[in-house]
Structures are given as structure tokens and as C-alpha cells.
């Protein structure tokens, strides 16, 4: 039996796999189980290897410094990948109100850990542990480890602490939130059938009757250059008929048009065209639905890899085959199709119109989703490459003693978001399915937690129950609580924001997904989830940006 005894207890590189492999398995498992319907799901893993820590089971101490470099990496990277196609578009209109909330979130944080940092005994290492465990954020730990790491390659001891800190601060950070958001319900008056306000940018349908002289006469085209908005006439009334038109028909005086667009231009539309009119799908003076008789609708997924980034209007299929594209979904969101988005491989095209132009216009488009289930991984790879190298470039700034670098959460998170955002326009395959992302980013920050809680496990249990410990809890909770009441306030009462938008804000600012889950049980819809994804992208990335320049600017 010496060879099960060297497998478990032997300082190898196959006794780290097995004890890595173990602590995530058993984490996982714990995870599942709900305490008053939260759970802290994968975060149990690091509490699993904690455990592990103090009873002793330990493993080679440089698979476990691979093991969480190379997690982190993983995570930080396929975030940056998933996030990056939403991140520069969360900044138009209402979502530039969600994201400068988030910002005020997280820089109150950061406030609060130097204002701490002045009145107690704790050291900002800590501290910064206290606030990624209070935000429910460990790759900004990992990012504030890599910092100290650079600073002082002696410190050690130090980041370890600074674990032992986020694991104290991690349960009430959770809790935190949920009670927050659910004393804002309260306050707000807000039950089931609350926020049923939209503020996020999504399609809307509108019927209108162009009244307006000053487009009669005019193709759609010249219509929508002049206007400056982005909309779809998706089909025309005119003398008891109803057509789908192209971009160059003319509008007639009278003509009913049934438009798609987002609900904030609404209103400049109907100053556009005279008159809007409640759409009724079912009146018997215009029936919309009488077209679909010989029409289908069919959703269409992008797989031509000479398609990624070029924009839609280049491509004219409304004008060759007759059709039209009311709904383009990306990453499980909808977008408006308007001519200058840019496709990416993916994308999913909802295109109403006769058969053959449909079918004509999906082998254009490609809809061969094999294609989509085939891994990409030149993109993963050659991603990870250049933002380790990027992490690596010292950056001077004026005034410091030694140059800065973004490391290995704060480099690899850029690239992907650049990667994710940039990469279709210069003809190169980001694309990933959703499963296969949310995968690679489970496993990056599942091993990284089994190896984080292991290499800190051994005094854990000994801090918190000291007094040092109850210092840490508190303080822990303060950070939590503080910043998300104060900006929950000024959402709600100075910022007009409604409960729910306020509530996803919130939840997304401090990357807490229990959170939205219970946030989501409170409203009808999908706003929580909308403004979380909103401020999702910025908030992770300023996280783990921050977490570095905390240590090396202050420490």
C-alpha cells in the first residue's frame, strides 16, 4: 500500500493533482447544499482546502503556486472574453448611470480600506484581503497577492494572511449584500409585481403612421440617415396591404409602419413620423399578422468565419432577398439590428421573410452550428500569451521607486476584454459557446481556490477565534455594508434609478451572484439581471485593477 500512501502524502507532482482534484470535488459537492436558500457554491471550495490546511494535508508548494497562477490566468482571461463584446456598449446612455454607481461602489471600498487603515492596527495587506472577501471577489485577492509578491518576493507569510482575510470576510460578504438589497425592497415598497420599468436598452415595437411631410416622398434609407437613429421599419401598412420593405422604398403619406427600436428613441421616432398607435395584433383594421401566412421566421446563426466583424448593413440582405432581421442575440442578449453593428461568429439572426430568401440568406450566413462546437483554442492560447506578457511590462509612473506592472490577473483580464471586443473586426475567432466559456472559467477559479486554501489553511481557524479575528469580521462587514447602502441610496433618491435596476447595480458591483439570484425572486422580468450584466464587466475589471494599485501605491 506504500503507492496509495505516496499519492496522498509523497511531495509530488501526482500528490498535487490528487490532493488538488480532492479538495475541489469535495468543495463542489459541499457547495450544493442551501442554508436558508444561499449557498456559497464554488466558494466552498476554498473553505474545503482550508480545512484540508489545518489538519495537516499539504501538497509540493510549486504545483500549488502553478496551480493558482495558472487558475487565475484561465479565469481572468475567458472573463475578460465573455465580458468584452458588452463592455465599451455598457457605457452608452442608462448604462453610463449604472456603471458610475458601480464606480462609486467600488471606490468607496477602497476608501473605507484606507481609512482602516489609519484608525486600526490592521495592515493593508489584510485589509485588501477584508475587502475581496467583503466583495465576494477573489481574483482581486489573487491580483493584490501578485502585487505584494512584486513588491517584497519575501512576503510570503503576507499573502497568506491576506487569504486568512478574505476567507473571514467571504460569508458575510454574501449575506451582506442580500440583506441590503432586501431592506431596500422594504423601503422601496417593492414586492413580486414591482419594477416592471425597463431602463436597459432592449428592442421595442411600435406602430406609427407617417403624418410628417417632410419625410413623404423619401426611401427608408434617407429617412434613417437624417434621423441619427437606430431603428427597423419592419413592415408597411398601405392600402390594406402589408409588405416588408427594403431600405429604398418610399414612404407615402398615411403609411403604417411597425418599427423596432430601442425604447429610449421612442419618442424621436414619433416626431419623426407624426403619430404613434398602440400595436394591437389583433384589430381588424391593420392585422399585421396577415403576411405571415407565406412568411417564416427563423433564427440563423453566424458561422462564416469571413462574416466576423463585417457590419450588416455591407451585406444588403434586405435589399437582395427581401427579408428582414427584427432581432440579432448575442451572448444571450438581444441587440438591435441595425446596419452599422459589426457581426461576430455566434451571433444568432431572428429573419422573418419567404422561404427560399430565408434559406438562401442562412447559407450565406452559414448556420452550420457544428461548426460552433468545435473548440478555438488558437484564441484562448495566443490570449494567454500576450496578457502574461503584458502583466509583465514594467510601467513607469513618475514618482514611484520601482515600475508598475498589471501582473497576472490585471494583464490577462485586458487582453481578453480587447480580444472579446476587437478581435472579430481584424478577422480573428474569439467565439466560444457559452458552456464551453462558463467551463474554462469555473475550472480557472475552482483550482485556483483549491490551491489558495490549501497553501492558507494551517493557522486559519486560530485567527478567527481570536480577537484579531472578531477585528476582521467586523471590519469585513463594514465593507460590505457601507459602500453598498451609501450608493444604494443615491441610486434610488438622487439618481431616479428604480428598485431593480438599483438592485442588479448593486449585485453586479460586487460580483455577487447569490445576490441577484434572490434580487430576481423579488421583481417580475429580467432588470436585475440586465443591470448586473451592465455593470458586471467594469466593476470585475476595476477590481482586480485596483486590488493592485492599493499595494503598490500605499503599502
Not at 396591404?241 to 429604398?248: E, F, L
Not at 432577398?321 to 457581426?343: E, Q
Not at 447559407?363 to 503584458?390: C, H, Q, Y
Not at 490577473?409 to 485586458?414: D, K, L, R, T
Request: with cysteine.
Amino acid at each position: 500500500m506504500d503507492w496509495l500512501q505516496d499519492a496522498f502524502f509523497s511531495p509530488t507532482a501526482l500528490q498535487a493533482v490528487v490532493i488538488v482534484s480532492m479538495v475541489s470535488a469535495i468543495g463542489l459537492a459541499i457547495g450544493r447544499i442551501k442554508i436558508l436558500g444561499i449557498s456559497l457554491g464554488i466558494t466552498f471550495v476554498f473553505f474545503a482546502g482550508i480545512v484540508a490546511g489545518h489538519f495537516g494535508i499539504t501538497a509540493n508548494e510549486d504545483m500549488l503556486t502553478f496551480v493558482q497562477n495558472f487558475g487565475l490566468i484561465l479565469f481572468v482571461y475567458t472573463l475578460g472574453l465573455q465580458v468584452g463584446p458588452g463592455f465599451f456598449s455598457s457605457f452608452k446612455k442608462e448604462g453610463i448611470t449604472l456603471n458610475l454607481l458601480a464606480v462609486g461602489v467600488v471606490l468607496l471600498g477602497l476608501l473605507l480600506v484606507l481609512f482602516f487603515r489609519r484608525v486600526t492596527d490592521v495592515s493593508l495587506p489584510n485589509l485588501m484581503g477584508l475587502l475581496s472577501g467583503a466583495v465576494t471577489n477573489t481574483p482581486a485577492l489573487g491580483a493584490a497577492q501578485q502585487a505584494l509578491l512584486q513588491t517584497d518576493p519575501s512576503g510570503v507569510k503576507e499573502t497568506a494572511g491576506m487569504a486568512l482575510a478574505c476567507a473571514v470576510a467571504y460569508p458575510m460578504g454574501v449575506v451582506g449584500v442580500i440583506l441590503a438589497v432586501a431592506t431596500m425592497q422594504r423601503l422601496a415598497g417593492a414586492g413580486i409585481a414591482g419594477a416592471k420599468e425597463q431602463k436597459i436598452p432592449k428592442p421595442n415595437v411600435a406602430e406609427f403612421q407617417v403624418i410628417n411631410p417632410a419625410v413623404f416622398n423619401n426611401s427608408i434609407k434617407d429617412v434613417m440617415r437624417s434621423a441619427g437613429k437606430h431603428f427597423v421599419i419592419s413592415r408597411i401598412w398601405r392600402d390594406g396591404k402589408v409588405t416588408i420593405p427594403t431600405s429604398d422604398a418610399i414612404l407615402k403619406e398615411g403609411d403604417h409602419l411597425l418599427v423596432i427600436s430601442e425604447k429610449t428613441d421612442v419618442e424621436s421616432i414619433r416626431l419623426l413620423f407624426g403619430e404613434q398607435a398602440d400595436v394591437d395584433w389583433n384589430k381588424e383594421d391593420i392585422d399585421w399578422n396577415t403576411i405571415d401566412s407565406h412568411l417564416i421566421s427563423r433564427r440563423i446563426v453566424v458561422t462564416q468565419r469571413r462574416l466576423n466583424g463585417m457590419r450588416l448593413g455591407s451585406l444588403r440582405l434586405r435589399n437582395l432577398y427581401g427579408i428582414n432581421i427584427t432581432r440579432v442575440n448575442r451572448a444571450g442578449f438581444d441587440l438591435l439590428a441595425s446596419p452599422g453593428l459589426r457581426l461576430q461568429i455566434g451571433d444568432r439572426l431572428t429573419i422573418v421573410g419567404e422561404a427560399p430568401a430565408v434559406n438562401n440568406v442562412g447559407k450565406i450566413l452559414g448556420d452550420e452550428v457544428k461548426r460552433l462546437t468545435a473548440p478555438n483554442l488558437f484564441a484562448i492560447f495566443s490570449g494567454i500569451v500576450l496578457g502574461v506578457l503584458l502583466g509583465a511590462f514594467p510601467i513607469a509612473i513618475p514618482g514611484m521607486s520601482a515600475p508598475v506592472k498589471l501582473g497576472i490577473a490585471g494583464g490577462p483580464i485586458i487582453v481578453g476584454i480587447l480580444m472579446g471586443t476587437f478581435g472579430p473586426r481584424l478577422r480573428v475567432t474569439t467565439y466560444t459557446t457559452q458552456s464551453a466559456n462558463l467551463m474554462m472559467r469555473q475550472f480557472g477559479i475552482v483550482i485556483y481556490l483549491a490551491g489558495l486554501g490549501i497553501s492558507s489553511g494551517a493557522h486559519f481557524f486560530e485567527t478567527v477565534f481570536q480577537t484579531e479575528g472578531l477585528v476582521w469580521i467586523g471590519l469585513g462587514f463594514l465593507l460590505t455594508m457601507a459602500p453598498v447602502s451609501v450608493m444604494g441610496f443615491v441610486a434610488r433618491y438622487f439618481c431616479k434609478v428604480d428598485y431593480a435596476g438599483t438592485a442588479g447595480m448593486l449585485c453586479g458591483s460586487m460580483a455577487n451572484p447569490m445576490a441577484l439570484n434572490y434580487a430576481n425572486t423579488t421583481v417580475e422580468g429580467d432588470e436585475p439581471s440586465a443591470s448586473y450584466a451592465t455593470v458586471y464587466p467594469l466593476s470585475m475589471f476595476l477590481r482586480v485593477i485596483t486590488a493592485q494599485l492599493m499595494i503598490l501605491l500605499f503599502a
